[in-house]
């Protein structure tokens, strides 16, 4: 493992803004060696009095919808504001793929090129448990490292969008202006997590369309329980081509964070995320010491065949497992 020593002075690089810094301590967490987890979480803990600080929004689409077009064009407006902003994604297919789709730096030419924007893909980390929980911490250094606002992408595929709305304090959904299939967020649940839905691409001809499918998300998020009582999610339209509505797509969000923070919601929402995340890594390490261990994957798998044959019943075999890891 790195010293204390080297880990507090990568700690006090990060904090100083250095972008190395903060990529060589996301590499860190992203590793698998036992000894550079065990580094990354002493870092993590060393930064956590800095972290906390940015305005952290999940964005999701179906692939082509814009979504790094829009990051690219809302990446930019922040800047111009004097923010600094980073780009994380949530990929878990990039595992099989062999490479990340999202957050890819070509895709976002503009803010590739910006001082002030940090981009990173998606962690390949197999799965999506553990992707979720290197983008979590990921943006716990963004932010230490002085980053004001944390975009986090993700493709519209169910539980990388949950896993992304858990960490984030605004979910963003994007959507194409064709007719038909718009609905099919809303079938899916998806409308449920959303805070916003934005209908992209509302530009030359296809406005009407655009303004048609806008309606219809406000009807259907009208029959629908909003997740807040102090918010009901807006549905509007924008061009992240042209830039038309992204400003007000951001007072949006930035009018949600002053609704959740006067009523006590936004507070509430982090420390559920914390409490949530204290789970799932505790799943994840009790996995991660049955896969560990030669001798308890070998009863596991034994164990597994006889569920298979049907011989012992999947409960009392979890049962059988879970005295293992007494
Ligand atoms: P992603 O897969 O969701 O990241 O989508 P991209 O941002 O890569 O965009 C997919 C395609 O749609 C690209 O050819 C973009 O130029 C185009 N596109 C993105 N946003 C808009 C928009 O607001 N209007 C129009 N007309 N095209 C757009």
């Excluded at 301590?25 to 000894?35: G, M, W």
């Amino acid at each position: 493992m790195p010293s204390l020593a080297s880990i507090a002075s990568l700690a006090a690089d990060l904090r100083a803004g250095h972008r190395a810094a903060l990529a060589r301590a996301i590499t860190l967490i992203e590793s698998r060696r036992s000894d550079h987890q065990a580094a990354a979480r002493e870092l993590v803990q060393m930064l956590l009095p800095d972290t906390g600080t940015a305005i952290r929004v999940g964005i999701t689409g179906s692939p082509g919808v814009g979504k790094s077009t829009m990051i690219d064009a809302l990446g930019m407006l922040l800047i111009a504001r004097g923010q600094k902003v980073a780009v994380l994604a949530v990929d878990p297919s990039s595992a099989r793929t062999g490479g990340s789709i999202l957050g890819d730096k070509t895709r976002m030419a503009k803010l590739a090129a910006s001082d002030s924007a940090y981009i990173r893909p998606s962690p390949a980390a197999g799965t999506l448990g553990g992707v979720a929980a290197k983008t979590r911490e990921a943006m716990l250094l963004c932010e230490a490292a002085g980053f004001d606002v944390v975009l986090v992408e993700t493709v519209g595929i169910g539980q990388s969008e949950t896993a992304v709305c858990d960490m984030t304090d605004f979910f963003l959904a994007l959507m194409l202006p064709g007719a038909g299939d718009e609905l099919q967020g809303i079938k899916k649940g998806l409308v449920e997590l959303a805070d916003m839905i934005a209908v992209n691409k509302a530009d030359g001809d296809n406005i009407k369309r655009a303004n048609l499918a806008a309606a219809e998300y406000r009807g259907a998020l009208h029959i629908l329980s909003p997740r807040s009582e102090h918010w009901q999610p807006p549905v509007l339209t924008c061009s992240a081509l042209t830039g038309a509505g992204i400003t007000e797509l951001w007072q949006k969000i930035l009018d949600h964070r002053a609704a959740m923070k006067a009523c006590g919601e936004f507070a509430e929402r982090r420390r559920q995320q914390q409490v949530k995340w204290m789970w799932s890594m505790l799943e994840q390490r009790m996995l991660a010491r049955l896969r560990a261990d030669p001798a308890m994957r070998a009863r596991v798998r034994k164990t597994e065949a006889e569920v298979a044959a049907g011989r012992v019943s999947p409960a009392l075999a979890a049962d059988q497992i879970a005295e293992m890891l007494k």
